[in-house]
C-alpha cells in the first residue's frame, strides 16, 4: 500500500478545522469517504472538500477506506473504534481516548486482535515546543523529575457550541475536552511513570452563573451539567508529583496555558520553551532562538498516523498511554464525588 485511502466518523468542527485539511495536504492519503448521522452535513461536508463518497452506514464507510479518524461525542469513540478496528481498519481517535477505562481497554484488545494501529489525538505532543523538551529531558538536561505543574486555564471560554456542556454525550467538561490534553503532555515528557494516587476536585458553579459572560458563544446555564474548573495532586511511583489544573470558567486574570518540570539538575518550562539551572555561582535561563519542526501540530499529527499505517513509523501515540489519561480523569471525578 502507497497511499492510505482514509474516511471520517464524524463531520463536526473538529473534522473540518483540523483533521480533513491536514490530511489533505499530505501526498500518501486520500480522503474517499465521510459518515456523520447528519446526512445533509456529510453531503455539504464532502461537497465543500470535494470527497467522493458519503456514506449511508458505517459499513458502507468501511467499503471505501484503509482507515478512520473518530471525530463523534465522547460517549461514541468507544463503539466506533472497535467496530473499525474490527473491520481491519486502522484509527485515529480524537481525544479523551474514551469516557471509562474499560472501554479504553476494549478498544486496545481490538487493536491487538486486529493488528492495526490505534492512534489518540493528543495533538499538543506535535507542537514544536513539546518535542524540543522532549528531547532535553530526554539527553538528561533537568535530571530527575521532581515536581510537574500542568495548567490549561479559560477565565470565560465554555464552549457555547456542539455537545461540550452534555454531560451524557461527552462524559464531562473542561477535564475531558481541554485538561486532557496537558496531562497527556505532563505525563509523556516524563515517559509516562506509573501513578500511585490522585487526589482531585471539580466544580461548576461560574458556568451556571444566569447573568453569563462568556466568549465563546451562548449556552444554556440551566442545563448545562458538566465540570467547568478542575483540580488535582497526582503521585508518582517514581517519587515525582504533578499539581494539575484546568477550566473553561474562572475568575482568573487571563488565559493561561503552561507546563514545567522541575528536576534534580535543571527545570524547564515549555511555553515558551526554556531551561533553568543553578551553576557556577549563577542562575542561568536558556531560550531557544529556533525551534525545529511543524509549525501545525494537527499536520505533524496527520502525517505520524498517516506514515504509521503505512509501515514507515511508530504511532507517537499509543493507546495504552491514551488508556493512562482517562485513568487520571476518572480518578478526579470520583474523588470529586467524596467531598
Not at 118 to 130: D, P, T, W
Not at 150 to 179: H, I
Not at 284 to 303: H, V
Request: hydrophobic share 40%.
Amino acid at each position: 500500500m502507497s497511499t492510505l485511502q482514509l474516511g471520517l466518523i464524524g463531520v463536526g468542527g473538529i473534522a473540518t478545522g483540523r483533521h480533513i485539511p491536514a490530511f489533505q495536504t499530505l501526498e500518501n492519503v486520500e480522503i474517499t469517504a465521510v459518515f456523520d448521522v447528519n446526512q445533509e452535513r456529510a453531503t455539504r461536508v464532502a461537497k465543500q472538500f470535494q470527497i467522493p463518497h458519503v456514506a449511508k452506514t458505517l459499513e458502507n464507510l468501511f467499503e471505501f477506506v484503509d482507515a478512520v479518524v473518530i471525530c463523534t461525542p465522547n460517549v461514541y469513540h468507544q463503539e466506533m473504534a472497535v467496530r473499525a478496528l474490527e473491520a481491519g481498519k486502522h484509527v485515529l481517535c480524537e481525544k479523551p481516548m474514551a469516557i471509562t477505562t474499560v472501554a479504553c481497554l476494549e478498544m486496545e484488545a481490538a487493536a491487538k486482535e486486529s493488528g492495526a494501529v490505534l492512534q489518540i489525538g493528543y495533538h499538543y505532543r506535535f507542537g514544536k515546543e513539546a518535542q524540543a523538551a522532549k528531547r532535553l529531558i530526554a539527553s538528561g538536561e533537568i535530571g530527575d523529575p521532581l515536581v510537574i505543574r500542568a495548567e490549561g486555564l479559560r477565565r470565560r471560554k465554555v464552549p457555547g457550541w456542539g455537545v461540550f456542556t452534555n454531560k451524557s454525550l461527552q462524559g464531562g467538561g473542561c477535564l475531558m475536552d481541554y485538561g486532557c490534553h496537558l496531562l497527556d503532555l505532563a505525563l509523556w515528557l516524563n515517559d509516562f511513570p506509573e501513578v500511585e494516587e490522585v487526589y482531585g476536585q471539580t466544580y461548576e458553579k461560574l458556568s451556571r452563573d444566569a447573568d453569563q459572560v462568556n466568549e465563546w458563544g451562548v449556552y444554556d446555564p440551566a442545563t448545562i451539567d458538566v465540570e467547568d474548573h478542575a483540580t488535582a495532586y497526582i503521585r508518582l511511583k517514581n517519587g515525582a508529583t504533578m499539581l494539575f489544573e484546568t477550566s473553561w470558567a474562572a475568575n482568573i486574570r487571563s488565559d493561561k496555558e503552561s507546563l514545567s518540570i522541575s528536576g534534580t539538575k535543571g527545570g524547564i518550562d515549555v511555553y515558551p520553551l526554556s531551561l533553568n539551572k543553578a551553576s557556577n555561582g549563577m542562575l542561568t535561563t536558556s531560550e531557544a532562538q529556533w525551534l525545529d519542526g511543524e509549525g501545525d501540530p494537527g499536520l505533524a499529527q496527520a502525517r505520524n498516523f498517516a506514515a504509521s499505517c503505512l509501515g514507515h513509523e511508530e504511532s507517537l501515540v499509543k493507546a495504552s498511554e491514551g488508556r493512562v489519561v482517562t485513568s487520571i480523569i476518572e480518578q478526579i471525578y470520583a474523588d470529586t464525588k467524596k467531598t
